[in-house]
């Protein structure tokens, strides 16, 4: 049985501010200089990586006066943007902090570490607390406890600046916050010390400053403690790690638990299409991470419909008893979305419906995705050549600014391709003709109906004349470190589509063949409905390479490298399953597309079903007569034939 509807969004929403902001919707040129600021402090990240410091502190003073200005427009949806903008900007701010600049306080949206905690019934009395265990002087070699050996280590050695603080845009101050870590990425992966950041700073003496210093056995016990899978023995991860016997939440059985659906395809909403976009737009930013209003999360499908404190956010199939659709009609303080605009009555009826037709899961992965990302592929999917060309030019261009930010760039825009380059204008032509050159070539060789696209979408080519810049780009944009040997790769992931290139010096290699082999790469990666693996695109790019020019510097050392590279594979399908290193794996790809390519009539049959969107797993094995793992086992068992 449902609560009433006051009560249960006095559950769901947080405690209303004394007074509200006026509604109303940012006008165009607000919204402009919201997404400026959001890629201007991605620029500050970059400059701190690159040493540019004083870039990094003038751009930061820039960003918070342009959002002080926006803050005093008074507008909700504008604070709920500022509020995630600043969360964004706390981690440059407290880095430079520590380094001895001056800069003004942040706006007053960064989630203070006392939110987490209870709220006196009594206005200035402290709420009260169990104390935290003591720091020990001596931890046991195995089964350390969180609350009783990790906690005390926290509190006394990073207690200032992360467990009452927030430095860094970091706070520490409750198990689910350790664990969920910075703006940056995660600092513990449980079962692996060595890779969690927690141990590498304080190991490398980065952290704890201010004259603190963790002991030898504190840093065992915290080593242990991960190594040992970065258990929990309290009873409420939301609870401060100063509080540990805190009562514990509700537990999960007491509340109605929805499963995942998927979709049957005859619905006449989308999940993702449809009310995805709605959600991510106007509910996320007060339901994800640790803006977890009321316990409802949004991160992902998965979250979402696990509900919050007062349970499943919808009834399957009752639009009219469910929560989500209580809230979003109602009015008043009680209404949802409280920041901004109430949705729009064509909104309200899509949720409606999705919900009536039994709330169904129609995206990729309900527990990686987010509900943005969800609905960008969604998007992408429904689009003609020409939208998704027009909708990828404006994310081109947002990662060649976030990657080569204040660098002199040329843009060359043509039929196939959108280029960006750190040289000349001129060779950027140059560099887009021989790209030409090889798509024909590709378009041959693959035997590409002349009506369909290379890409749909168009694919945008990055040139880098520097090796650092190139590298650069790989750290920004695909937070890894590129292989040293490769001169270029490709991406393709329905949403965005390019090919990178540190351009040659000299002979170093023929540059058409490396352009051969990311078209070729990023064509196979297009079909299929986006299910072709990436073993497959890359080794089918690698053989279009050698057919161009076997005596490429490149190719031949491919060919150098199959057999130690076949020799280091425990399994026969490890390539399939990439659990070699990027570069292995792409060569043993090439090694096994070499002879599947070899068997023309089955092959084209394969690329045939895939141009029709058939999932790659049936197309393979109906064209070859057994699954890729199959396939290769017998390649390998034959000697690479």
């Keep these: 049985m449902f609560r009433p509807l006051v009560a249960v969004a006095v559950v769901l929403v947080s405690i209303a501010a004394v007074v509200s902001p006026a509604i109303a919707a940012p006008t165009p040129e607000q919204r402009e200089q919201l997404q400026a600021l959001k890629l201007d402090i991605r620029k500050t990240s970059n400059f701190l990586k690159r040493?540019?410091?004083?870039?990094?502190?003038?751009?930061?003073?820039?960003?918070?006066?342009?959002?002080?200005?926006?803050?005093?427009?008074?507008?909700?949806?504008?604070?709920?943007?500022?509020?995630?903008?600043?969360?964004?900007?706390a981690a440059s701010h407290g880095v430079l902090e520590l380094e001895g600049y001056?800069?003004?306080?942040?706006?007053?949206?960064?989630?203070?570490?006392?939110?987490?905690?209870?709220?006196?019934?009594?206005?200035?009395?402290?709420?009260?607390?169990?104390?935290?265990?003591?720091?020990?002087?001596?931890?046991?070699?195995?089964?350390?406890?969180?609350?009783?050996?990790v906690a005390p280590i926290l509190i006394a050695r990073c207690g200032n600046c992360h467990v009452t603080g927030s430095r860094g845009g970091f706070n520490a101050g409750t198990f689910e916050a350790l664990m969920q870590g910075p703006p940056e990425g995660r600092v513990v992966f449980p079962n692996d010390e060595i890779g969690s950041r927690l141990i590498e700073t304080i190991e490398t003496g980065d952290m704890p400053r201010g004259g603190q210093q963790v002991r030898a056995p504190e840093l065992a016990a915290l080593k242990t403690w991960i190594k040992e899978g970065a258990k929990f023995d309290g009873t409420d991860p939301k609870a401060p790690i100063n509080q540990p016997s805190a009562s514990p939440a509700p537990a999960a059985m007491e509340m109605a638990r929805l499963e995942v659906m998927d979709a049957t395809g005859n619905e006449k909403v989308s999940f993702s299409l449809d009310v995805a976009g709605i959600l991510a737009n106007r509910c996320v930013s007060c339901h994800a991470g640790q803006n977890n209003s009321g316990g409802l999360r949004m991160d992902n499908f998965t979250q979402f419909i696990r509900g919050g404190d007062s349970g499943a956010p919808f009834v399957p199939g009752k639009p009219q008893e469910s929560m989500l659709v209580s809230l979003i009609k109602a009015t008043g303080n009680e209404r949802m979305p409280r920041n901004g605009p109430p949705l729009t009555a064509d909104q309200i009826a899509k949720i409606e419906t999705w919900i009536r037709e039994g709330g169904k899961f129609d995206g990729t992965s309900a527990r990686d995705d987010s509900m943005l990302r969800l609905n960008?592929?969604?998007?992408?999917?429904?689009?003609?050549?020409?939208?998704?060309?027009?909708?990828r030019a404006a994310s081109s261009q947002q990662m060649w600014e976030l990657s080569m930010p204040d660098v002199k760039t040329a843009k060359v825009d043509t039929p196939l391709f959108l280029a960006y380059g750190t040289i000349g204008e001129d060779q950027l032509k140059e560099y887009v003709a021989e790209a030409d050159k090889a798509a024909a070539k590709v378009r041959t060789l693959l035997k590409i109906?002349?009506?369909?696209?290379?890409?749909?979408?168009?694919?945008?080519?990055?040139?880098?004349?520097?090796?650092?810049?190139?590298?650069?780009?790989?750290?920004?944009?695909?937070?890894r470190d590129l292989p040293g040997n490769w001169k270029g790769h490709y991406r393709f992931d329905v949403t965005d589509a390019y090919g990178a290139i540190q351009v040659p010096s000299e002979d170093d290699y023929d540059v058409n063949v490396l352009l051969g082999q990311l078209i070729g790469s990023s064509h196979v990666a297009s079909l299929g409905d986006g299910t072709v693996p990436a073993w497959f695109?890359?080794?089918v790019g690698r053989v279009i390479a050698y057919r161009m020019n076997k005596s490429d510097p490149r190719v031949q050392a491919w060919d150098d490298q199959i057999g130690p590279a076949v020799?280091?594979?425990?399994?026969?399908?490890?390539?399939?399953?990439?659990?070699?290193?990027?570069?292995?794996?792409?060569?043993?790809?090439?090694?096994?597309?070499?002879?599947?390519?070899?068997?023309?009539?089955?092959?084209?049959?394969?690329?045939?079903?895939?141009?029709?969107?058939?999932?790659?797993?049936?197309a393979f094995q109906s064209a070859f007569g057994g699954t890729p793992s199959q396939v290769a086992t017998a390649w390998v068992m034959s000697g690479g034939r």
Excluded: C, W
């Excluded at 369909?452 to 790989?474: C, H, I, M, N, W």
């Design 537 to 539: 695109s890359e080794g």
């Design 567 to 618: 020799s280091s594979m425990a399994k026969p399908d490890d390539f399939v399953n990439n659990r070699l290193s990027p570069e292995q794996n792409g060569v043993v790809s090439y090694a096994f597309m070499k002879a599947a390519m070899g068997r023309g009539n089955q092959f084209d049959a394969l690329m045939n079903a895939l141009r029709k969107g058939t999932n790659f797993n049936q």
């Design 102 to 149: 001056t800069l003004r306080p942040l706006l007053g949206y960064v989630n203070s570490p006392s939110s987490s905690m209870e709220m006196s019934a009594t206005p200035g009395t402290p709420p009260t607390t169990t104390p935290p265990a003591p720091l020990p002087d001596i931890f046991p070699a195995a089964n350390i406890s969180f609350t009783k050996h």
């Design 376 to 391: 960008q592929v969604a998007v992408a999917k429904k689009a003609t050549h020409e939208e998704l060309a027009k909708l």
């Design 51 to 89: 040493g540019l410091v004083t870039e990094s502190v003038e751009l930061v003073r820039s960003i918070q006066s342009r959002m002080e200005t926006l803050d005093a427009a008074q507008d909700a949806e504008i604070a709920a943007e500022l509020k995630q903008l600043t969360d964004l900007l």
């Design 449 to 479: 109906p002349s009506s369909s696209p290379l890409v749909k979408g168009k694919l945008t080519l990055y040139f880098f004349r520097q090796r650092y810049d190139y590298a650069e780009f790989g750290n920004m944009i695909e937070r």
